[in-house]
């Protein structure tokens, strides 16, 4: 039961990040300024391309299957044992990211002055290290 429940948590949060980069795939601009690491002058450090808004589009959603995936939605087998391995690899990617760039990003910043590091300080970072840390219940 707690594996449906984590990964069915795993999977709304993962949908929920790709329909924020669906906005921006397709122009909008929900949140840039809090969603984009900035400079100590709010001056956004890269502009997301489509290039790139679209790998992590795919990205969250392959991430939603593998949670999916682990709570035993496709059955078992050999899916079962990717999605298994699958959650611990999303599972130290959140990790790292939660540790950061030692730069602008993460628990490790050294520029806390803008809007990002706010949040990311905030919300981000620990976010993060929730869904690593569930992602590591499911393993």
């Not at 921006?24 to 809090?34: E, R, V």
């Not at 949670?67 to 690899?89: D, H, M, Q, S």
């Amino acid at each position: 039961m707690i594996y449906l429940t984590l990964a069915t948590f795993n999977s709304l949060f993962f949908i929920g990040l790709t329909l924020i980069h669906l906005n921006w795939l397709f122009g909008g601009s929900l949140g840039n300024y809090a969603l984009i690491p900035t400079d100590g002058n709010n001056r956004m450090l890269y502009k997301p391309n489509g290039l790139r808004v679209a790998i992590l589009c795919v990205s969250f959603l392959c991430f939603t299957l593998i949670n999916l995936a682990r709570a035993g939605v496709f059955g078992e087998g050999l899916i079962e044992t990717f999605a298994v391995y699958g959650t611990r690899g999303i599972g130290i990617l959140l990790l790292l990211r939660a540790i950061g760039d030692f730069n602008y990003v993460g628990l490790s910043k050294r520029f806390y002055n803008s809007r990002f590091s706010n949040s990311d300080t905030k919300v981000f970072s620990p976010v993060c290290l929730l869904f690593a840390f569930f992602h590591f219940v499911l393993f």
